[in-house]
């Protein structure tokens, strides 16, 4: 009898540890063993944002490419990659699904989908390395949270005063307008043309701001409303679609200003989406990334990208800027070493001084006072199918 009950003990043992996943088993760190370690991302791969999506293409080809060097500290990179539609209630359920199975998250994209999502972050230790969206969420942050939060992206205020007063100094422009979406995204990009306006009282006026709404698809009553404004120039804070919708109904009104846009518009696609009025367009750019076609580090990156997934090819600007946030992943879990816990990548996050990806974009800096790794812009043109750089990086404020 004592022979058997000890007998069933056993097996009980063994039952119960078949059953924890193995990604929790390594330590009991979610996402981790001897040989693994699992990254979360979730992104628009449908939906009106879906060309954003291939930011994620871009990162999960570059793990695949670190792997082949034989990975980080005897780990190989899963990415666990999910689709949320540009919406933030799918993105926050992505999430759940994945607590428990990811070390880390990697390129949440949309200001409205990091908004809601958040909380999730520090409620569960799952660090987040680089999200693409409205950074002055973070300002007032509680800093006990903020630990876990790693961002190197433009704010978009910042981005869109620096566009006004560019187009006011060197387009001599003097009439604006804004179209721009109607959330955080278009109204962050409001409130910086606002305030370049501010700086040239009676020499630069704001004619017209007109809203649309992400599920609009005509966009013939806004394009006239800009018309009638008389404003000289237009600044776009759509997504890449609604921008090409606008110029292409501006156009049909025979309304041609000159049009600056926000840096998530800044891959050549724009050129398919948009046709031939975006010729003379002017994007911004991310100052934490490159330009393939103008950079030729981010030439390299691209190159290697197209290799392990050939559908990046004419998507190369977007690929580029995944990859680099997956290098960010990357380079922590280098510094973190090979006994990872998210302690061990938040204090490796923060050693990182004047460090370039590959190479690639302005010096990155992060702290332990700091979590706002590079805030910037670069100025390009539409040229000939190309994005052309006209200005080099300008550097602002870190809001974190």
């Given amino acids: ?22 990604s929790v088993r390594a330590g009991g760190v979610p996402g981790v063993t001897d040989k693994e ?18 930011t994620a293409l871009g990162g999960k080809a570059w793990a ?12 190989k990179i899963k990415i666990l990659l999910k689709d949320d539609a540009y919406n933030p209630t799918r993105a926050l359920a992505n999430l759940q699904e994945m607590k428990g199975k990811v070390f880390a998250v990697t390129g ?11 909380d999730f972050f520090p409620e569960n230790k799952v660090p987040l390395i680089t999200a693409y969206g409205n950074t002055r969420m973070w300002e007032k942050y509680p800093k006990d949270r903020l630990r876990y939060i790693f961002i190197s992206y433009p704010d978009y205020e910042d981005e869109a005063e620096f566009l006004a007063t560019y187009a006011f100094q060197k387009l001599g422009s003097k009439k604006f307008a804004i179209f721009y979406q109607n959330d955080d995204y278009g109204k962050m990009g409001l409130a910086g ?34 018309k009638e404004s008389g404003a000289d120039t237009v600044i776009l ?21 000159k049009v600056l846009t926000s840096f998530p518009l800044g891959d050549p696609i724009m050129y398919r989406v948009a046709g031939e009025v975006w010729e003379g367009v002017y994007p911004a750019s991310s100052a934490h990334s490159g330009i393939p076609g103008s950079d030729p580090e981010a030439d390299r990156v691209a190159d290697i990208l197209k290799k392990y997934n050939p559908k990046i090819k004419g998507k190369e600007y977007l690929a580029v800027f995944g990859a680099v946030s997956m290098m960010y992943t990357i380079e922590g879990l280098k510094r973190a070493g090979r006994n990872l816990t998210p302690e061990a990548m938040i204090h490796a996050m923060e050693s990182i001084r004047n460090w370039k990806p590959e190479g690639i974009g302005a ?22 199918g190309k994005h052309v750089p006209i200005t080099d990086y300008i550097l602002y404020k870190p809001h974190f």
């Fill in 1 to 22: 009898m004592r022979r058997n009950g000890l007998r069933w003990v056993l097996c009980s043992l063994v039952l119960l540890v078949c059953l924890i996943p193995v």
């Fill in 37 to 54: 370690v699992v990254i979360g991302w979730t992104t628009p791969l449908s939906g009106p944002a879906a060309l954003w999506g291939v």
């Fill in 64 to 75: 695949d490419y670190i792997n082949d060097q034989g990975g980080v500290n005897g780990r």
């Fill in 108 to 118: 949440l994209l949309g200001t409205a989908v990091v908004h809601a999502c958040r």
């Fill in 193 to 226: 043309v606002k305030r370049a306006m501010e700086k040239f009282p009676g020499k630069a006026q704001l004619a017209a701001s007109v809203s649309y709404e992400l599920t609009e698809r005509a966009l013939d009553t806004h394009a006239l409303k800009l």
């Fill in 237 to 257: 804070y759509t997504t890449m679609s609604h921008g090409g919708l606008i110029l292409k109904a501006m156009a049909k009104f025979g309304y041609r200003p």
């Fill in 363 to 384: 010096p990155v800096n992060f702290g332990p006072n700091r979590h706002h790794g590079v805030n910037g812009s670069r100025l390009l043109q539409a040229k000939g």
